[in-house]
């Protein structure tokens, strides 16, 4: 599968730096222009340098393959400046792990294609969420999303719902019978190769309660990429 070689690539290439003493081992920034904290702290430290030039080359790598699709890219950039701000700020926090953090965004990056799915039949991630949609029975999608603090990973969020699709659009509601999620509502929408996620309190009053799913801590709603290369139902006909 895509998803794994892409995988058993990036590992080849760490191993490449590790073994062949004429590669730098990163980082990938000019150490002698160091002026953050953060950075000061990558160019101390050699593991934390080679896991940011892997960072960079997996970044530069998903880049290249989400070129062809303007949206997609400018999401991906766009996702890169906030990484490195939450970066930037979160270090030296009692609760920050540098290394897991630049480990995580590493495994998002190596995982990102953009040309596998053509349909809401996917796994999708952010730099803080996933979501995964499933074909059910009755003709529709079971949908299970989580998210996570971006900084130190910790899971803030869970939706699971079902719903019926109409074309690139699907708003689930969660299983008839629970009432966990108090009303609320999730919509994903495919918008070329992304999928674009937006919350529906039951009640059009915004100051009406916190996401029950959520709290105070964050949200499900955002663009996300398609990760996997595995089927989710979609051999079974659009269902739409």
């Keep these: 599968m895509k998803k794994s070689f892409l995988a058993i690539a990036g590992l080849a290439i760490a191993g490449l730096v590790i073994a062949g003493p004429a590669v730098a081992a990163g980082p990938s920034f000019d150490c002698a222009a160091a002026r953050l904290p953060v950075e000061k702290a990558i160019c101390a430290d050699p593991a934390l340098a080679e896991a940011d030039l892997a960072l960079s080359r997996a970044y530069r790598q998903a ?7 303007a949206a997609a890219s400018a999401e991906l950039k766009a996702s890169q400046r906030g990484f490195v701000a939450t970066r930037n700020e979160a ?3 009692p609760s920050y792990e540098l290394a897991d953090h630049l480990a995580r965004r590493t495994t998002l990056l190596t995982n990102i294609n953009i040309d596998e ?9 952010t ?8 074909r059910a029975t009755g003709g ?29 659009t699907l708003t689930i509601a969660e299983e008839p019978g629970h009432l966990d ?4 509502t999730l919509t994903l929408r495919r918008v070329g190769r992304l999928l674009e996620v937006t919350e529906t309190p039951p009640s059009p009053d915004p100051t009406r309660g916190l996401r029950p799913f959520c709290g105070a801590r964050g949200s499900l709603a955002g663009k996300y990429f398609g990760v ?7 051999d079974m006909g659009s269902g739409e």
């Design 91 to 93: 270090f030296g926090h």
């Design 181 to 184: 999620y108090e009303g609320w």
């Design 140 to 168: 529709q999608f079971r949908v299970f999303a989580s998210a996570s603090d971006e900084a130190r990973g910790a899971w803030t969020c869970e939706f699971i719902g079902f719903g019926r699709p109409k074309g690139d």
């Design 228 to 234: 996997s290369d595995e089927g989710h139902g979609d």
């Design 117 to 125: 799915r053509k349909t809401l039949l996917n796994d999708w991630a």
């Design 63 to 69: 880049a290249q393959r989400v070129a062809a699709d």
């Design 127 to 134: 730099t803080g969420g996933t979501i995964s949609v499933n």
